[in-house]
């Protein structure tokens, strides 16, 4: 009875007890004694020195077969048995039919409404930007007749309840009027029309565009032609089933109209060559060097890519462990490079601590500064390269990577066998190309710089010795609204 | 069509039943025979004849407990290595908080053998890519791409630093540096950054690990014994698992493991204390002011675990709520109630959590946003049909095997702490039908288990927003 009565009120305290959280986190204590690590009592002699490097292995490469079909759509077919998918891009030409004034704003908004699958079309996506529009897709071996199907319904028709495209349109409209807050749309918006203006095609960012759904469809008529357009398939396939089922879903695609003329470089631009977008809703200040490159096929292209891949497009790159890992002033830290018809854009940037953003930006200048001056260092220059044939080499690895990468490149007015052998070119860059490179495309009157952040970070600027901010809105515009 | 990327999985459903066993140590067991698994994807009838794809994985344990996964495949170029160690920010201890994300930075600083700053270079040196850390709540990863030829450099750079760490005071006031800046510009400027530790503090409870405390951060307090004592507690090769996949010779990469780690003393790590399987939520709802852009509705449920078939049926409720054309688009963004939705569950070891996110439209009040949220969740439960959930299915299955081909996709695939149930992933969901889909919809996400946090934006409050109220209702 008194066992029992103890085991009765044992069990009442121990559920009380369960009952009871604890009131900090449920985990293991740490280890503070014992040896340090997990190292053996006596080192390897592998271990002095780390294993020397194999030779460079060969650069992937396929062949690719060409076709056209009777409308002058252009069919490049890539066969890769090794995997049991197929990809497929359709990339369109769409610059020069959307040259106006306001620019990729319209393709923008055409991708939105043309562009968006139908319910329940899976694995299916478009989408316009300046340069071109797309439309691509993608699916198990066996699926070629399905991924062009899908995209010809998306590239070529309205299947879409008429009512949807309206909402679409509304939408759209919406979207682009009150994207201009957007600290990260701004930061592309002004380094665009800081480097190409406000007329042009690449730079253009109007605020005020509000077509109907007939302007679009024009748009469309004009644009999406065979003739500007380039079909790129890859996988497993043959280029005899590809020839069947493009010319099934394609083969009745003619020219509505001529294709658009070549379009024009864009003007220089003068006038202000560094400017600031205000806005509190970052924490943090957003600081970039933009400039204008040499086009894809330009001599100087592999150079160039190589240049910017050593200013910032890796851990151990130049501003990469200045800014970030010297002077602390930043965690991210990168550089791109993006290729139009008729040139390119560089940006090395940051995402930078308030106090230090305009130090953190005029690390990024001497950076560029030090490779004018200099010739990179032997090592730097291996590194960099093998890091950017490396990157190149991505583009290969997957069915759509490959396809896409195809298809811009065409649309760059590179054959696709240039693209194969960029990695090869990059290969061969010299210290001094790459010095020269920076000396005719980065001297520092083509430089350009953006912020965007709370402007009480921004009053040191003109340290910068690029002169006062220009202010713009979210749309790249010079601001004429109040303080 | 989907169904066409048809998969089969040779030798691995022994597995898949002991982890329903939920035998832990049977798992390891086979694991430690070195137990081959082979993948073979077919095509249909009516498809082209082609040869099945073979995605083999050998799964080895050496001496000191170091697991080595290995998935070759001659057809691909490049290779793939992460290192995993199974402790993450949810084994961070109290008043500490941050130091599973702070060793991970310190990682990159150098080790014994490795000057600081060479690591990226030697890197880079061999054409490598991809460099990576990431902290997860119960997982650290290393990650690196390189030329297959360069995997000798890889494993001598990982092995390196998982048994002689050089952890310094210039490297840990540097990390703290840097941590704060990548929390600020990663987290501060992205709305989930701060909505999210708001969220899995009301989520889960002050007891369990996965809590988080919002503006907390106990980095200022971590001294360089403490990452010591973290590396020496959960740094060790029998707490860690290294994956290589890609084009390598099996056995010759095997041999390499056993030559950089095989020499590493693998301790035994820590066992976590069990937690208690549900706990009761306060039903809280946080109103929040923030000098961001747009109003947010953030909804939340805490689900059951990864490997619980109901978790696995709420990631397809997730993907028939967030399709692009789906439920949630028509219910809100089509009827202009918001500009953007989402909704996801994230699968985690000890509790996972059910997400919906909403960048609301101008002028429409939060509360109506969380109306039509709710309607749009109870209805998903009572009108699920079999067309959409064969129609998830079938794309998920697509996804995952296209998702396959790249060396660290693959490698990605198998680190992830579910592989160990299946490891392609590919059949994940077969067994789930709509019927349980709508149970557990109506199981976990109840609006008696549901979080609300609301932002409301305000240029008086700073962009990384301030909690105005919290109320718990009935």
Same mark, same amino acid.
């Given at each position: 009875?008194?066992?029992?009565?103890?085991?009765?009120?044992?069990?009442?305290?121990?559920?009380?007890?369960?009952?009871?959280?604890?009131?900090?986190?449920?985990?293991?204590?740490?280890?503070?004694?014992?040896?340090?690590?997990?190292?053996?009592?006596?080192?390897?002699?592998?271990?002095?020195?780390?294993?020397?490097?194999?030779?460079?292995?060969?650069?992937?490469?396929?062949?690719?077969? !060409?076709?056209?079909?009777?409308?002058?759509?252009?069919?490049?077919? /890539?066969?890769?048995?090794?995997?049991?998918? /197929?990809?497929?891009?359709?990339?369109?030409?769409?610059?020069?039919?959307?040259?106006?004034?306001?620019?990729?704003?319209?393709?923008?908004?055409?991708?939105?409404?043309?562009?968006?699958?139908?319910?329940?079309?899976?694995?299916?996506?478009?989408?316009?930007?300046?340069?071109?529009?797309?439309?691509?897709?993608?699916?198990?071996?066996?699926?070629?007749?399905?991924?062009?199907?899908?995209?010809?319904?998306?590239?070529?028709?309205?299947?879409?309840?008429?009512?949807?495209?309206?909402?679409?349109?509304?939408?759209?409209?919406? %979207?682009?009027?009150? !994207?201009?807050?957007?600290?990260?749309?701004?930061?592309?918006?002004?380094?665009?029309?800081?480097?190409?203006?406000?007329?042009?095609?690449?730079?253009?960012?109007?605020?005020?565009?509000?077509?109907?759904?007939?302007?679009?469809?024009?748009?469309?008529?004009?644009? $999406? /032609?065979?003739?500007?357009?380039?079909?790129?398939?890859?996988?497993?396939?043959?280029?005899?089933?590809?020839?069947?089922?493009?010319?099934?879903? $394609?083969?009745?695609?003619?020219?509505?109209?001529?294709?658009?003329?070549?379009?024009?470089?864009?003007?220089? /631009?003068?006038?202000?060559?560094?400017?600031?977008?205000?806005?509190?809703?970052?924490?943090?200040?957003?600081?970039? %060097? %933009?400039?204008?490159?040499?086009?894809?096929?330009?001599?100087?292209?592999?150079?160039?890519?190589?240049?910017?891949?050593?200013?910032?497009?890796?851990?151990?790159?130049?501003?990469?462990?200045?800014?970030?890992?010297?002077?602390?002033?930043?965690?991210?830290?990168?550089? !791109?490079?993006?290729?139009?018809?008729?040139?390119?854009?560089?940006?090395?940037?940051?995402?930078?601590?308030?106090?230090?953003?305009?130090?953190? %930006?005029?690390?990024?200048?001497?950076?560029?500064?030090?490779?004018?001056?200099?010739?990179?260092?032997?090592?730097?220059?291996?590194?960099?390269?093998?890091?950017?044939?490396?990157?190149?080499?991505?583009?290969?690895?997957?069915?759509?990577?490959?396809?896409?990468?195809?298809?811009?490149?065409?649309?760059?007015?590179?054959?696709?066998?240039?693209?194969?052998?960029?990695?090869?070119?990059?290969?061969?860059?010299? !210290?001094?190309?790459?010095?020269?490179?920076?000396?005719?495309?980065?001297?520092?009157?083509?430089?350009?710089?953006?912020?965007?952040?709370?402007?009480?970070?921004?009053?040191?600027?003109?340290?910068?010795?690029?002169?006062?901010?220009?202010?713009?809105?979210? $749309?790249?515009?010079?601001?004429?609204?109040?303080? | 069509?989907?169904?066409?990327?048809?998969?089969?999985?040779?030798?691995?459903?022994?597995?898949? *039943?002991?982890?329903?066993?939920?035998?832990?140590?049977?798992?390891?067991? +086979?694991?430690?025979?070195? &137990?081959?698994?082979?993948?073979?994807?077919?095509?249909?009838?009516?498809?082209?004849?082609?040869?099945?794809?073979?995605?083999?994985?050998?799964?080895?344990? +050496?001496?000191?407990?170091?697991?080595?996964?290995?998935?070759?495949?001659?057809?691909?170029? @490049?290779?793939?290595?992460?290192?995993?160690?199974?402790?993450?920010? @949810?084994?961070?201890?109290?008043?500490?908080?941050?130091?599973?994300?702070?060793?991970?930075?310190?990682?990159?600083?150098?080790?014994?053998?490795?000057?600081?700053?060479?690591?990226?270079?030697?890197?880079?040196?061999?054409? @490598?890519?991809?460099?990576?850390?990431?902290?997860?709540?119960?997982?650290?990863?290393?990650?690196?791409?390189?030329?297959?030829?360069?995997?000798?450099? &890889?494993?001598?750079?990982?092995?390196?630093?998982?048994?002689?760490?050089?952890?310094?005071?210039?490297?840990?006031?540097?990390?703290?540096?840097?941590?704060?800046?990548?929390?600020?510009?990663?987290?501060?400027?992205?709305?989930? @950054?701060?909505?999210?530790?708001?969220?899995?503090?009301?989520?889960?409870?002050?007891?369990?690990?996965?809590?988080?405390?919002?503006?907390?951060?106990?980095?200022?307090?971590?001294? +360089?014994?403490?990452?010591?004592?973290?590396?020496?507690?959960?740094?060790?090769?029998?707490?860690?698992?290294?994956?290589?996949?890609?084009?390598?010779?099996?056995?010759?990469?095997?041999?390499?493991? *056993?030559?950089?780690?095989?020499?590493?003393?693998?301790?035994?790590?820590?066992?976590?204390?069990?937690?208690?399987?549900?706990?009761?939520?306060?039903?809280?709802?946080?109103?929040?002011?923030?000098?961001?852009?747009?109003?947010?509705?953030?909804?939340?449920?805490?689900?059951?675990?990864?490997?619980?078939?109901?978790?696995?049926?709420?990631?397809?409720?997730?993907?028939?709520?967030?399709?692009?054309?789906?439920?949630?688009?028509?219910?809100?963004?089509?009827?202009?109630?918001?500009?953007?939705?989402?909704?996801?569950?994230?699968?985690?070891?000890?509790?996972?959590?059910?997400?919906?996110?909403?960048?609301?439209?101008?002028?429409?009040?939060?509360?109506?946003? *969380?109306?039509?949220?709710?309607?749009?969740?109870?209805?998903?439960?009572?009108?699920?049909?079999? *067309?959409?959930?064969?129609?998830?299915?079938?794309?998920?299955?697509?996804?995952?095997?296209?998702?396959?081909?790249?060396?660290?996709?693959?490698?990605?695939? +198998?680190?992830?702490?579910?592989?160990?149930?299946?490891?392609?992933?590919?059949?994940?969901?077969?067994?789930?039908?709509?019927?349980?889909?709508?149970?557990?919809?109506?199981?976990?996400?109840?609006?008696?288990?549901?979080?609300?946090?609301?932002?409301?934006?305000?240029?008086?409050?700073?962009?990384?927003?301030?909690?105005?109220?919290?109320?718990?209702?009935?």
């Amino acid at each position: 009875m008194t066992k029992g009565l103890l085991a009765l009120v044992a069990s009442v305290l121990l559920a009380a007890c369960a009952a009871q959280p604890p009131a900090r986190p449920l985990v293991p204590p740490l280890r503070y004694a014992g040896p340090d690590a997990h190292a053996p009592s006596e080192d390897a002699p592998f271990r002095a020195s780390p294993p020397a490097l194999a030779d460079e292995g060969p650069l992937p490469a396929a062949t690719v077969q !060409s076709f056209a079909l009777p409308g002058s759509l252009r069919v490049l077919v /890539v066969e890769r048995h090794g995997f049991p998918a /197929v990809a497929a891009q359709l990339e369109t030409d769409i610059g020069p039919a959307d040259a106006g004034d306001v620019g990729g704003v319209l393709a923008g908004m055409l991708s939105y409404v043309f562009l968006r699958p139908p319910e329940g079309v899976l694995m299916t996506s478009g989408g316009c930007g300046a340069v071109g529009c797309f439309v691509q897709s993608r699916g198990a071996t066996g699926d070629l007749d399905d991924v062009l199907g899908r995209m010809a319904d998306l590239a070529l028709s309205e299947r879409a309840p008429a009512a949807e495209y309206d909402r679409r349109l509304a939408t759209a409209i919406k %979207v682009h009027e009150t !994207s201009g807050v957007d600290p990260g749309r701004a930061l592309d918006r002004v380094e665009r029309a800081l480097l190409f203006g406000n007329r042009h095609a690449y730079g253009s960012n109007h605020k005020a565009v509000r077509p109907s759904l007939d302007d679009l469809r024009d748009l469309r008529r004009r644009a $999406f /032609v065979p003739t500007s357009s380039v079909l790129v398939v890859v996988g497993d396939v043959t280029a005899d089933e590809v020839k069947a089922s493009a010319a099934r879903h $394609f083969g009745s695609w003619t020219a509505a109209a001529g294709p658009p003329a070549a379009p024009a470089p864009p003007p220089d /631009v003068s006038g202000a060559r560094i400017a600031a977008f205000h806005t509190k809703a970052i924490s943090q200040v957003f600081g970039a %060097v %933009v400039a204008r490159g040499p086009t894809r096929g330009d001599p100087d292209a592999p150079a160039f890519q190589l240049l910017v891949e050593m200013l910032g497009g890796s851990p151990g790159s130049i501003a990469f462990q200045e800014v970030r890992e010297d002077m602390e002033a930043a965690y991210a830290v990168g550089s !791109s490079v993006v290729w139009y018809p008729t040139t390119s854009a560089m940006a090395l940037g940051g995402s930078f601590e308030r106090g230090q953003a305009i130090g953190g %930006v005029q690390g990024l200048l001497d950076a560029i500064r030090g490779v004018r001056d200099a010739a990179p260092s032997e090592d730097a220059l291996a590194r960099a390269k093998r890091t950017a044939v490396s990157k190149s080499r991505r583009a290969f690895e997957t069915n759509e990577g490959l396809a896409a990468m195809l298809a811009q490149t065409v649309l760059l007015g590179v054959t696709p066998e240039a693209a194969f052998d960029f990695p090869r070119q990059i290969r061969a860059v010299t !210290s001094a190309q790459v010095r020269a490179v920076a000396a005719r495309y980065l001297d520092v009157g083509q430089l350009h710089v953006v912020f965007v952040g709370d402007p009480e970070y921004l009053v040191t600027a003109q340290a910068l010795r690029f002169g006062a901010p220009m202010r713009t809105d979210g $749309f790249g515009e010079r601001w004429v609204g109040g303080t | 069509m989907f169904a066409r990327a048809c998969a089969t999985i040779r030798e691995a459903r022994p597995l898949i *039943e002991s982890v329903r066993l939920g035998t832990r140590a049977h798992i390891r067991a +086979l694991l430690a025979a070195g &137990v081959l698994l082979a993948l073979s994807v077919c095509p249909d009838a009516d498809a082209r004849d082609s040869p099945p794809l073979s995605l083999p994985v050998e799964q080895h344990v +050496l001496a000191n407990g170091l697991h080595v996964v290995l998935a070759p495949d001659p057809a691909v170029d @490049g290779a793939t290595v992460i290192v995993r160690y199974d402790v993450g920010s @949810g084994d961070d201890p109290t008043g500490k908080e941050g130091l599973a994300h702070l060793v991970e930075h310190m990682m990159f600083d150098g080790s014994r053998h490795v000057p600081h700053g060479e690591y990226f270079r030697w890197i880079e040196r061999a054409g @490598g890519f991809g460099v990576n850390g990431t902290t997860a709540v119960d997982a650290t990863r290393y990650v690196a791409s390189v030329p297959p030829e360069q995997l000798p450099l &890889v494993l001598w750079l990982e092995s390196d630093r998982m048994g002689f760490p050089m952890p310094d005071e210039d490297g840990l006031r540097r990390a703290k540096t840097l941590i704060a800046d990548e929390v600020r510009g990663g987290t501060s400027d992205r709305t989930m @950054g701060w909505v999210g530790p708001v969220l899995f503090s009301e989520l889960f409870p002050s007891w369990h690990p996965y809590h988080m405390d919002p503006g907390r951060s106990g980095l200022d307090g971590v001294t +360089l014994a403490d990452v010591r004592a973290f590396l020496r507690t959960w740094y060790s090769p029998r707490n860690a698992w290294l994956f290589v996949a890609g084009k390598i010779d099996a056995a010759a990469t095997l041999s390499l493991a *056993e030559k950089y780690f095989g020499d590493l003393p693998g301790d035994a790590p820590p066992v976590r204390p069990d937690l208690p399987k549900t706990w009761r939520l306060p039903h809280a709802r946080v109103v929040m002011g923030a000098g961001v852009t747009r109003d947010r509705v953030v909804l939340g449920w805490p689900a059951p675990p990864l490997g619980d078939p109901v978790d696995a049926a709420l990631d397809l409720a997730a993907a028939i709520l967030s399709d692009p054309n789906g439920r949630l688009q028509k219910a809100l963004v089509a009827t202009g109630l918001a500009v953007s939705v989402q909704a996801g569950e994230s699968s985690q070891s000890r509790g996972s959590e059910f997400v919906i996110n909403a960048s609301t439209a101008y002028g429409v009040p939060a509360e109506v946003v *969380e109306d039509a949220i709710e309607r749009t969740v109870d209805d998903l439960a009572k009108t699920i049909t079999p *067309e959409e959930c064969a129609r998830v299915k079938s794309e998920w299955a697509t996804t995952a095997l296209l998702r396959l081909q790249t060396p660290a996709s693959r490698a990605f695939r +198998l680190s992830g702490v579910d592989a160990v149930l299946e490891p392609w992933g590919l059949h994940k969901y077969d067994a789930i039908g709509p019927g349980d889909i709508a149970s557990a919809v109506r199981s976990v996400l109840a609006p008696s288990n549901r979080v609300s946090v609301v932002v409301h934006h305000d240029r008086r409050y700073p962009a990384g927003g301030v909690v105005l109220s919290r109320e718990e209702r009935p």
